[in-house]
């Protein structure tokens, strides 16, 4: 009989540690966090991105090569402004696995500490290596950005382009692409992309006003 108790008290523990296992994923708290951000509950989401943080760095310990944790401590560290050591966690990622994950976190990462140069270096790796991934609409805005400050605005014009074709829900997107079109003299493509940011958000005076200098 006590052998019995003693193997159901084991079965018990077992069970709620794997239950505890469970509430504890890290990708599962990074997106409530960003929930909370979308809330407007700044601080709130800021602590839940350290706690998912720190379920990584736990789960790092158990296997260095899990790139899982790598990336969510990579897009935890962005989107609570610390861009330096998102930089600084992505190149210590690269060091085990070259994951497309980390390579476009350091993209973002650089893009943000105004180093243009290498922020388009590894956003352009991550458009060549991994065209389907999840972020490569945001890698292409990204370039458009980063060629619109150059002024390089044909180069500007391709990326914007590309990003809004395969993202068309952002009103931003469309008015940068109004502006590289509008800095080339293409005036019939700049109205037709203010109106696309105006139709997404009928309360977006820039692009109001960009249609109305198009219109003509």
């Not at 951000?37 to 090569?65: F, H, M, Q």
Request: some cysteine; overall charge neutral.
């Amino acid at each position: 009989m006590k052998r019995s108790a003693v193997s159901l008290m084991l079965a018990l523990v077992c069970l709620l540690a794997a239950q505890a296992q469970e509430k504890e994923d890290a990708l599962k708290i990074y997106r409530y966090g960003r929930d909370l951000e979308a809330a407007g509950r700044v601080a709130d989401a800021k602590s839940t991105y350290s706690r998912a943080i720190e379920v990584c760095r736990t789960d790092l310990e158990a296997n260095p090569k899990n790139m899982d944790a790598y990336s969510i401590i990579g897009w935890s560290l962005l989107r609570m402004g610390n861009y330096q050591e998102a930089v600084d966690a992505s190149l210590e990622a690269m060091k085990v696995i070259p994951d497309y994950r980390v390579i476009e976190t350091l993209g973002e990462g650089y893009f943000y500490l105004e180093n243009y140069r290498e922020s388009l270096k590894y956003m352009e790796r991550y458009i060549d290596g991994a065209p389907r991934g999840e972020r490569i609409s945001t890698a292409y805005f990204f370039v458009g950005e980063i060629y619109r400050m150059s002024k390089k605005y044909n180069h500007a014009d391709i990326a914007y382009t590309t990003a809004c074709h395969l993202e068309p829900a952002i009103s931003l997107w469309w008015f940068r692409l109004g502006t590289v079109r509008e800095s080339l003299g293409d005036k019939k493509g700049a109205f037709a992309a203010y109106q696309s940011a105006l139709k997404l958000r009928p309360d977006y005076k820039d692009a109001s006003e960009g249609v109305a200098r198009t219109r003509a």
